[in-house]
């Protein structure tokens, strides 16, 4: 839904449509950015809290797994199935795709 749309039904100020207006960003989905998702995998991994745990890295087959998945959401849907694959990981170092199974939000909601 655009944004005007939502000022429409009074569920988004008008005032910040004109603020958002002065300097408009197009952000495209991350499915179409696969270059992209290498480089957000290793940020999410260094940057997962770790308390003695040691250094966890994608496998070769996991990257491309990430890469082929169809995001249907942004970057955090991303952070999530690295975050998830972090903890079922357990001991091993390596993520491989089994980690990331299922991958994307509306998958795991299916679980639920």
Not at 84 to 111: K, M, V, W
Request: net charge neutral; with cysteine; charged share 20%.
């Amino acid at each position: 839904m655009r944004l005007l749309d939502l000022v429409q039904v009074k569920q988004f100020r008008l005032d910040f449509c004109y603020r958002l207006a002065i300097f408009p960003i197009a952000v495209p989905p991350l499915r179409n950015g696969t270059e992209d998702i290498r480089a957000l995998a290793e940020h999410f991994l260094e940057n997962y809290p770790q308390t003695e745990v040691p250094a966890r890295h994608l496998t070769a087959t996991a990257l491309q797994s990430l890469q082929k998945a169809a995001w249907a959401r942004n970057v955090r849907e991303l952070q999530h199935a690295i975050e998830r694959a972090f903890i079922l990981a357990g001991n091993d170092l390596r993520l491989t795709p089994e980690h990331f199974q299922p991958i994307g939000a509306s998958s795991l909601l299916r679980e639920i």
